[in-house]
């Protein structure tokens, strides 16, 4: 049997969902930690200056190729997936078990995911298309220029409706997290008695945490609060 | 328990055979005891459209001691009923009160087609079997089992997963109509054990193979399958299944 196989099997599209999502969760994780500036001391300076260390650094731009990558298998193999999911019970059952027998997050995968990706589209016409394509303005700082990431986010959280769809959108992928980590643990196999239930803690944990931290950044912005955690900077 | 008697209304679906589209038809049955098993109940009711010169509702069942696997039906959108590892004929009509509606459905699957009303085919897992679920023993005097030590962790796992009946509840439960705790059930309680061992990765391949062939869904883990058992099989057995896939796929040939 060779690797080609494997990822046509019923199992092997598992796994390419599970390598992806994983892959994904490290982009969280880095998105996160960077965006995080915005809650410390001299906000504005060191976003910009930590988000143009990221739009610069040949090596960050060359994973972001990857990313892309990443995110395109992701949903294009979720949506085959869940069709050829969906087409294997053509008659239906007049009543269902709900929520008795399995999580609701856990049967809405591609409904979850479908709204993180129209959050994903409105998130990166807000951010990525004009850090990428101008329309920025700028500032200086020991003068040299910078793009004005913060100021973007200042004007786009400033209307209401972005700040309740951000919020959907945190709130999708939180769900989405929570099945997807202990899911993609599921697939690789992974259940030893010891070490299953730390996964699972972690991981529920990392699927609270983050879109909770991702959440109040709109947030904060829209209502001008400041949680000004101390000087601690996380400048690149 | 206090013994009681009720008067209930049956929605069953009632389907001629392959071919036909299929439909629900109601039923009232009455004075049915407390004490009854679910199929003693439908036994009732057929021997009464009998009676009348209507037609049975057919229907699988076997040893009704909750061993063979035969018997299916999804009762109010539980395959074998409401209670835990229970099959449907060792659910007894003391988990319904009186004038409920039970609606009866046959297992739901591609995979399953139905034979006639609530009897369904469940031949693929026969031929998933056929594909690599057995041992191969040469010929010759059986050995003395004590030579060959198994660790007693291990034949405890191996035995709960061999407790699978093979009745297809699991696919039934499945948002996907997946296989696969049937299939991890029979690939663990094999592969487990020193006997089993030789084969164990073109055994995982080639029962993953038909299983894909036979047109079930894939697993998305979200554990209506363990929920719905009525052996208790547990989803870690889905997990070694994904593991031994993976490690037969990388290192097989």
């Known amino acids: 049997m060779n690797w080609s196989q494997l ?6 599209k598992k796994i390419t969902m599970a390598l992806t999502g994983l892959f994904l969760i490290i982009f969280l994780l880095v998105h996160c930690y960077v965006n995080a500036n915005v809650f410390f001391s001299n906000p504005e300076e060191n976003f910009n200056r930590a988000a143009h260390f990221m739009g610069t650094n040949l090596l960050i731009r060359v994973t972001e190729i990857g990313l892309f990558l990443g995110f395109i298998l992701h949903i294009v193999q979720g949506y085959k997936l869940e069709l050829q999911n969906r087409s294997k019970r053509s008659v239906k059952y007049a009543v ?4 008795v027998t399995s999580k609701w997050y856990s049967r809405s995968m591609a409904l979850l995911g479908t709204l993180i990706l129209l959050f994903l589209i ?10 990428r394509f101008g329309g920025l303005t700028e500032v200086e700082y020991d003068g040299k220029t910078y793009h004005n990431l913060y100021g973007q986010m200042q004007d786009v959280f400033a209307q209401s409706w972005v700040v309740v769809l951000y919020l959907i959108g945190c709130f999708s992928l939180s769900w989405h997290l929570l099945h997807g980590i202990q899911s993609a643990a599921q697939t690789f196999g992974w259940a030893h008695k010891n070490y299953m239930p730390v996964i699972k803690n972690v991981g529920a944990a990392f699927a609270i945490i983050i879109p909770l931290i991702f959440a109040l950044m709109p947030i904060c912005l829209h209502f001008g609060l400041s949680l000004d955690a101390g000087s601690l900077t996380l400048l690149f | 328990m206090q013994h009681y008697t009720m008067n209930l209304t049956l929605k069953v679906w009632r389907q001629r055979n392959n071919k036909d589209a299929g439909r629900f038809e109601s039923y009232p049955v009455n004075n049915i005891s407390s004490e009854m098993s679910f199929l003693e109940m439908i036994d009732v009711l057929n021997e009464k459209l009998i009676t009348d010169g209507g037609d049975p509702i057919a229907f699988d069942h076997d040893c009704r001691e909750g061993i063979c696997g035969m018997c299916s039906m999804v009762i109010n959108g539980r395959p074998h009923g409401p209670w835990e590892e229970t099959t449907t004929c060792q659910l007894h009509m003391r988990a319904f009160k009186d004038g409920d509606m039970i609606t009866i459905e046959p297992f739901r699957a591609n995979a399953f087609p139905v034979v006639k009303d609530l009897a369904v085919n469940r031949g693929a897992f026969d031929r998933i079997i056929q594909s690599g679920g057995f041992i191969s023993v040469n010929t010759g005097n059986a050995v003395d089992g004590n030579s060959l030590p198994i660790d007693k ?6 035995f709960a997963a061999a407790a699978c009946i093979g009745c297809g509840a699991c696919v039934a439960a499945c948002k996907n109509a997946s296989a696969m ?4 059930a029979k690939v663990s309680h094999l592969s487990l054990l020193p006997q ?8 995982v391949v080639n029962m993953i193979a038909q299983m894909d ?5 894939s697993c998305t883990n979200t554990y209506a399958c363990e929920a719905e058992c009525p052996k208790g099989i547990s989803v870690v057995n889905i997990a070694r299944l994904n593991r031994e896939y993976l490690g037969a796929s990388l290192s097989g040939d």
């Not at chain 1, 269902?96 to 929520?99: E, I, T």
């Not at chain 1, 998130?123 to 850090?131: A, E, K, R, T």
């Not at chain 2, 089993?196 to 055994?203: A, F, I, L, S």
């Open chain 1, 7 to 12: 990822f046509a099997s019923s199992i092997g």
């Open chain 1, 96 to 99: 269902s078990s709900g929520n």
């Open chain 1, 122 to 131: 409105v998130h990166l016409i807000h951010f990525w298309v004009p850090s």
């Open chain 2, 153 to 158: 962790d291990m034949a405890d796992e191996a």
């Open chain 2, 181 to 184: 705790l049937f299939l991890s």
């Open chain 2, 196 to 203: 089993g061992k030789p084969e164990k990765k073109q055994r």
């Open chain 2, 213 to 217: 062939k036979e047109g079930f869904g």
